[in-house]
């Protein structure tokens, strides 16, 4: 079956405009007994430009960010600069879990912006301590998602941040009760 065909279908039923595409390409060619698989020729054309190529020719995907070794950054950005979703190329981490947390970063840096905006305009309508109290419960939502959803098993610290984060929540309702 033509996966474009399913993808269609797929985004009429889902209703989404589109979304971003991470290429995580920083690793050290350690498995490939030294060839680097990103920059290796095929058919004439390196990996990664027909990788970038097959994404930017997908309707579902409306931005792509690459992530790679540093030494790759430069000539990347070079073999994608004709590719107009590319919006950027940075360098990884030092484990593959990095690289990917510095391509989701790069990829929601505008909701990032637009976070930062609507908590202002929320603060000035609310109150500081209220939209705080909110803005914690948002690092919260992705937490207990994470524990059901991917078993996930929190650090210590984490806990304490989340007890911490309800017991603000409880106290300040209790506030408002009360006064």
Same mark, same amino acid.
């Given at each position: 079956m033509d996966i474009t065909k399913i993808t269609r279908s797929a985004r009429k039923v889902l209703r989404l405009k589109y979304c971003g595409a991470v290429i995580v390409a920083a690793?050290?060619?350690?498995?490939?007994?030294?060839?680097?698989?990103?920059?290796?020729?095929?058919?004439?054309e390196p990996m990664i430009a027909r990788t970038v190529r097959n994404f930017q020719e997908c309707d579902a995907v409306?931005?792509?960010?690459?992530?790679?070794r540093e030494d790759?950054?430069?000539?990347?950005?070079? #073999?994608?600069? !004709? &590719?107009?979703k590319v919006t950027a190329v940075?360098? $990884?981490?030092?484990?593959?879990?990095?690289?990917?947390?510095?391509g989701l970063g790069a990829v929601n840096g505008a909701l990032f912006l637009l976070g930062f905006v609507l908590l202002q305009?929320?603060?000035?309508?609310?109150?500081?301590?209220?939209?705080s109290i909110f803005?914690?419960?948002?690092?919260?939502?992705?937490?207990?998602?994470?524990?059901? #959803?991917?078993? !996930? &098993?929190?650090?210590?610290?984490?806990?304490?941040? $989340?007890?911490l984060i309800l017991g603000g929540v409880?106290?300040?309702?209790?506030?408002?009760?009360?006064?």
């Open positions: 690793g050290s060619a350690s498995r490939m007994g030294g060839i680097d698989k990103v920059m290796a020729q095929l058919n004439g409306g931005e792509i960010v690459i992530v790679t790759l950054v430069m000539p990347i950005m070079e #073999l994608t600069a !004709e &590719i107009e940075v360098v $990884g981490g030092a484990s593959r879990q990095e690289s990917v947390a510095m305009s929320n603060m000035k309508r609310n109150g500081v301590v209220l939209s803005m914690k419960l948002g690092l919260l939502v992705p937490m207990v998602i994470s524990i059901f #959803l991917f078993r !996930e &098993i929190p650090a210590p610290m984490q806990i304490a941040g $989340g007890i409880l106290y300040y309702s209790r506030l408002e009760q009360n006064g």
